[in-house]
């Protein structure tokens, strides 16, 4: 990210602009309605802002009945304001109010969007192949390799194909180093982000180039290479029309993974045996007691030279994410930036809960960018999800990067990597729109959640 003094003045002065449209957006309908009107107005609004933000913290932390009472509750208390601004004869003040907050977020994303974001990773020729060795796994993504036919298809082109059919366990590291032991040129996966570093680490080991097929249930990986999710048999395309792109690989404790490595809050989550069969309702079962600080190991960070003491969750990824995600599910625009992305959050309490969840704080947050991102604990081994599975590992986990290490071969005609949205920071827009950078938080604050 540039500093404030690299940035273009246009850039703040749209940020300005998001400020003075929410200025107004207020202000409108205090005007129309006089001082007696107004003073009952903003008490109303504000009655509304801390309902819903204590509505969404309760819905987090809190089960059952009363979980879905908080979320009713923060859905109907911004719309009983508008309810009540409009039986105040305010109407069309509620309309102009809801254009200007519009107009707002218009100038805010312009403010926001980083420059060079939507850059095409260089692409280099194809190379040629004789034997190309693909693993399929016919019951990831619900079934994709046998709806698309990936299979025939693939050995209609010439390929080898493999699938994981079981009855058990497949050894996917034994099968692919057997096939390069065969004299296999090319390696490639139709199947989940899991396998595809699994397989992906053998081809960077033996400089081989390596074919993605989006044949699993969200392929981050193939969605940031500008690969086609819907169609995974495109991606076959590039066995006879493609280019090779050169991109980073994470490696955690000496695995590879492509997407993202998480620690704490998620890693938990992904540890429990029903996140596979219903990944919201696991995750909503689990977190209250997580932000509550009920369960897992202390954790410590070491990223980029400053230490997080206690964070809740730590989140390493292959390349830095865009728009300011921070939980791993947004998009990276290049994977060959030659860094790991790294992010820790830390709550010390509801207030810094609440306003990292609506980004209007960076007090407990930590984003960095480092080749090497070390994770230590007070326990010998954690949790870790490592491109969405589970794994445990001995501490302290060590995740460094391999710059363009793996050679990945796409079709030419390719949906493409389109430019990343950006998230509405509003600590980033304050920094933008005034020129000066809000005081970082200090490293090792504790990170004990709830009040």
């Known amino acids: ?33 006089g001082f007696a009107g ?6 109303t609004g504000l009655g509304a802002v801390l309902v819903s933000v204590a509505a969404i913290y309760w819905f987090l932390i809190s089960r059952g009945f009363l979980r879905w009472c908080a979320l009713a509750l923060a859905v109907l208390a911004p719309l009983v304001v508008v309810i009540l601004y409009i039986q105040a004869s305010l109407f069309r003040e509620v309309i102009i109010s809801l254009a200007l907050v519009f107009v707002a977020l ?43 036919d ?43 982000d899991g396998t595809q570093a699994l397989v992906a680490g053998i081809a960077a080991e033996h400089n081989l180039p390596f074919l993605v097929i989006s044949a699993g249930t969200r392929n981050h990986f193939a969605l940031d290479l500008g690969l086609d999710r819907e169609d995974p048999s495109g991606c076959l395309e590039a066995l006879k029309d493609g280019v090779e792109l050169h991109v980073d690989l994470g490696k955690i404790n000496g695995r590879t993974f492509v997407n993202n490595s998480s620690f704490g809050v998620y890693a938990e989550v992904v540890q429990s045996p029903a996140y596979r069969d219903d990944k919201a309702g696991t995750v909503l079962q689990m977190l209250p007691d997580l932000i509550k600080g009920a369960k897992g190991a202390r954790l410590r960070a070491e990223v980029g ?10 989140l390493v990824s292959n390349g830095p994410y865009g728009s300011n995600d921070l939980a791993g599910l947004g998009r990276r625009t290049r994977l060959d930036r030659g860094v790991l992305g790294a992010v ?15 980004r209007a704080t960076k007090h407990g947050l930590i984003q960095r960018t480092a080749p090497e991102v070390v994770v230590g604990a007070d326990v010998p081994e954690i949790p870790v999800g490592v491109d969405g599975e589970a794994l445990l590992m001995t501490t302290p986990v060590r995740c460094t990067i391999e710059p363009r290490a793996l050679r990945v071969l796409v079709p030419r005609n390719r949906p493409g990597v389109p430019p990343a949205q950006p998230s509405l920071d509003l600590v980033r827009l304050r920094e933008l729109a005034w020129g000066r950078h809000l005081n970082a938080p200090a490293p090792s604050a504790p990170a004990s959640a709830g009040e």
Request: glycine content about 10%; some cysteine; charged content about 20%.
């Open 344 to 358: 820790a959050l830390s709550a010390a309490s509801t207030r810094e809960a609440v306003g990292l969840l609506r």
């Open 150 to 192: 990936l299979q025939r298809k693939a050995e209609e082109l010439g390929a080898e194909v493999a699938l994981l059919e079981g009855p058990g366990p497949v050894d996917v590291d034994a099968l692919a180093r057997q096939a390069v032991e065969r004299g296999a040129d090319l390696l490639g996966v139709a199947g989940g």
């Open 305 to 314: 030279g400053v230490t997080v003491d206690g964070p809740q969750a730590v």
């Open 106 to 148: 218009v100038c805010a994303r312009a403010a926001l969007r980083e420059p060079g974001e939507g850059k095409a990773m260089k692409e280099h020729p194809a190379p040629t192949w004789e034997h190309a060795f693909l693993v399929m796994n016919p019951r990831s993504g619900g079934g994709k390799v046998v709806k698309f």
């Open 38 to 43: 107004t003073v009952a107005l903003v008490v």
């Open 1 to 33: 990210m540039p500093s404030l003094e690299e940035v273009p003045e246009t850039r703040r002065w749209w940020a300005r602009g998001a400020y003075a449209a929410v200025v107004l957006a207020v202000a409108v309908p205090l005007v129309a309605a």
